[in-house]
């Protein structure tokens, strides 16, 4: 066992620990009572924000109770709230929030990584702490030695930043992977598994923006330890670091011999463990995390959406029986549900730090859209989710759908369920919902494996729209297995989406077509974006692309399997 670095200490695991534990009880305790949590969580950023100007223009003083509330609030998006920021950005105070922002975080989702998210005390210590530390609790309990040991965890979301991005009023703009909550927020507990391992600080300067060689970096540390967990949150990011190994491997081998990295000594010499590293590429031929870190037993990242088609195999990469442990679901505006237990996919709803409305997967979002309260879903429905916290976001729609997958003491536990965009180019109305089951149930009644999907709507030579695919299969496909996927992929969306069902109908849309990837073209495109300079964090799975640049790079010529 690694010694511990100050501020990972016995005492800090303790503390991280029990703290985990007793806001999972917290959260467990309000969940008996959902209905009246949320009234409490709607009356304390009422009375808390009333006197702001949006209180003011809304007449929030006066609201009483989620009925007075959803008349006086019109459901936002975020470019209804960006003046109220952007002025708020610019030094002025009391608008959105009665307590000034610290930080800014920056949106990870797929409309913008550049939105400015107001972070306030109060939001942090209310909503979003008491959430953060339960998501920790299933770790912490089935796996004590992640946190006892500093090098235990591989942490791939970690990317503290030294000069962070500022707004016009000094404050850091900058994505909550790179926050210090202990120095920001004075929280040194909030400390993740794996923020003290002895790669979370890079041995050598790199630049801010050279994400590729601070990942490297951290690999090449990470190869001469016992790593035993994962956490990436973002699953692209797990399912990139195989290939990041094999791609490097040369070069890993080589500077743990030397004990260099980017040209300098960053430790002692270790030709002991680069000879094992050799002997691994010598009896396995394709080097996997699991070979080089055999008691990998928990992989921490979102396991919905796009990643349910992948993740099955790609557990395989870190070793037999490693357990996947959902990661909560939320965004940088605000969290949603956390899973307080072992449950593959679901979450509850953080019924303590955002007051939630829900409205129908399928109907569009409006500023007066009705919505439905977390006692009112029904198990097995989609739903698009609107929060409101104290924070300063009010009705906001954050572009997420969730499937209710069961109920718990009455309250419903979610698991997402994809973007709540739709792409339409016949009526068809497609969500990524409607086309991650279509592609699951396609795969399961071929038999066939696919390591990322994604897909657009373009015309046919006969200037018919229709849907092309990109799949990557695991393992090469037959002529006849790929024309019999098509065939049950076109029939799936049409059994999953009325909208593409009646369009096939009436021949306004043409039969499904694939376009064949290699199975590398997924993490090269991933790669690529990284390499361009965004974040490895915000570099997310992408189903729908209409971009011809992304789309092109995606499918572009055919290379041999890495």
């Not at 974006?529 to 011809?548: C, H, I, N």
């Amino acid at each position: 066992m690694s010694s511990p670095e100050p501020g990972w200490s016995a005492e800090h695991v303790r503390g991280h620990r029990e703290r985990a534990f007793t806001e999972r009880e917290h959260l467990r305790k309000a969940l008996r009572d959902t209905p009246g949590s949320q009234r409490a969580v709607l009356a304390d950023l009422l009375e808390f924000n009333a006197g702001t100007e949006f209180g003011r223009a809304h007449g929030l003083a006066g609201v009483r109770g989620a009925d007075d509330y959803r008349r006086a609030v019109p459901i936002h998006g975020y470019a209804d709230l960006e003046p109220w920021i952007e002025r708020m950005a610019a030094g002025e105070r009391g608008l959105l929030t009665s307590d000034d922002p610290v930080v800014y975080f920056t949106s990870s989702g797929s409309t913008g990584e550049h939105k400015k998210v107001p972070v306030t005390r109060r939001f942090m210590r209310t909503s979003f702490f008491p959430f953060f530390y339960a998501a920790w609790a299933p770790m912490v309990e089935h796996h004590p030695d992640f946190t006892a040991d500093r090098d235990a965890v591989l942490n791939l979301k970690h990317d503290p930043l030294p000069v962070p991005r500022a707004t016009a009023d000094g404050k850091p703009h900058l994505g909550a992977s790179q926050v210090d909550f202990g120095a920001a927020f004075g929280e040194p507990l909030s400390a993740e598994p794996g923020s003290a391992a002895t790669w979370a600080a890079l041995p050598v300067p790199v630049a801010a923006d050279d994400h590729l060689e601070k990942a490297y970096l951290r690999l090449r540390l990470a190869v001469e330890a016992d790593v035993r967990g994962v956490i990436g949150i973002n699953p692209a990011v797990v399912a990139a670091l195989p290939h990041q190994l094999r791609t490097w491997w040369e070069r890993l081998v080589r500077d743990v011999r030397d004990g260099t990295a980017l040209g300098h000594r960053v430790r002692e010499p270790n030709p002991e463990r680069a000879a094992r590293l050799e002997a691994l590429a010598s009896a396995f031929g394709q080097v996997r995390p699991a070979h080089v870190w055999p008691r990998v037993r928990q992989i921490f990242c979102w396991t919905g959406g796009v990643a349910a088609l992948y993740l099955p195999r790609l557990r395989e990469e870190y070793g037999i029986g490693v357990e996947l442990l959902p990661a909560p679901v939320a965004a940088s505006e605000g969290p949603t549900a956390v899973t307080l237990d072992r449950h593959p996919a679901a979450g509850d709803l953080a019924v303590t730090s955002s007051f939630y409305e829900f409205v129908p997967a399928d109907t569009p979002i409006t500023p007066d859209a009705a919505t439905l309260l977390p006692h009112e879903l029904e198990a097995g429905h989609e739903y698009q989710v609107v929060y409101s916290h104290v924070g300063g976001f009010y009705r906001y729609a954050g572009g997420d759908v969730v499937r209710v997958v069961d109920t718990e003491d009455g309250s419903p536990r979610v698991a997402y369920a994809g973007r709540a965009g739709v792409s339409d180019a016949a009526g068809e109305r497609l969500r990524e919902s409607h086309v991650v089951r279509a592609l699951a149930r396609a795969t399961a009644e071929t038999g066939l494996e696919v390591r990322n999907a994604s897909c657009r709507h373009s015309p046919t030579a006969d200037g018919v729209p229709g849907y092309e695919f990109a799949l990557a299969p695991t393992t090469p496909w037959t002529t006849d297995e790929t024309e019999r996927l098509r065939l049950r992929l076109d029939a799936a969306l049409a059994a999953e989406s009325p909208g593409y069902r009646g369009a096939r109908a009436r021949r306004a849309l043409a039969p499904a077509r694939l376009a064949a990837v290699d199975g590398a073209a997924f993490w090269r495109d991933w790669h690529e974006r990284v390499a361009e300079g965004t974040r490895p964090a915000q570099v997310k799975d992408k189903l729908f692309r209409q971009d011809e640049r992304s789309w092109r790079r995606l499918v572009g010529a055919p290379r041999d399997e890495e």
